[in-house]
């Protein structure tokens, strides 16, 4: 198993460096998530590293308290950022991380964790670079906390073999495709942690619509 991540790894590092990195899509998508969902109160977001998911723009949308990440050792902290402008800094590994100073929030007051990954596959299997930061942060979470995987099409693979430490996705946000989705899709409403309920946005590809004919 672990030969197969490694090699997971670094074909999803080279789809980073070659596919389209335009978050327009999944951006919307995930503001109209947002909109559909205002009990969701405190988000923890993320900076995005070279080919993630820049969710900057989400930010003052509304009056959401949004929380950052920042490497402490072996884990991860939290931290309310306002004003990005401001309150990011450069931290661990060259990521912009919230500065000295701000509110801390544990993992049990957040609503919503918005989750970076290498890849995600349909059944809520994320592989990320290997440091198990949001595997063990997730393990903090309340039970009704939603953990949401954003992603880009071409980050989305056919199986990611999880290992017990491994926490599954209750939703994925994915935009841009290459042949899979002309479009936007999301797995999974947040209330389906088994990903049963599946839900298709925007254009579909040719193949897809004689697939749902059949």
């Given at each position: ?10 074909d ?30 405190v988000v ?6 070279k ?16 929380v ?31 500065r ?27 592989i ?35 290992e017990?430490?491994?926490?599954r ?6 935009g841009?495709?290459d ?23 925007g ?12």
């Amino acid at each position: 198993m672990l030969h197969k991540k490694r090699q997971l790894r670094l074909d999803l590092r080279r789809r980073l460096e070659l596919g389209n990195t335009d978050p327009t899509s999944v951006v919307g998508e995930l503001a109209a998530y947002l909109d559909e969902r205002p009990a969701l109160r405190v988000v923890a977001t993320f900076s995005p590293l070279k080919g993630e998911v820049n969710l900057l723009p989400l930010l003052g949308r509304d009056d959401r308290t949004w929380v950052f990440p920042k490497v402490e050792s072996t884990e991860l902290g939290f931290y309310h950022v306002s004003n990005p402008s401001e309150d990011l800094l450069p931290g661990a590994y060259g990521i912009l991380e919230p500065r000295e100073g701000l509110e801390k929030f544990h993992p049990q007051k957040i609503d919503l964790f918005l989750c970076p990954g290498l890849g995600f596959d349909t059944h809520g299997g994320r592989i990320g670079r290997g440091m198990g930061f949001y595997d063990r942060v997730l393990e903090m979470a309340r039970p009704d906390a939603v953990k949401l995987g954003v992603c880009f099409g071409f980050q989305l693979v056919d199986e990611v073999e999880m290992e017990d430490h491994d926490i599954r996705m209750n939703v994925l946000i994915a935009g841009g495709t290459d042949g899979l989705l002309d479009g936007r899709l999301i797995f999974g409403d947040g209330d389906s942690p088994d990903f049963s309920h599946r839900v298709f946005i925007g254009e579909q590809s040719e193949q897809q619509q004689e697939t749902e004919q059949q």
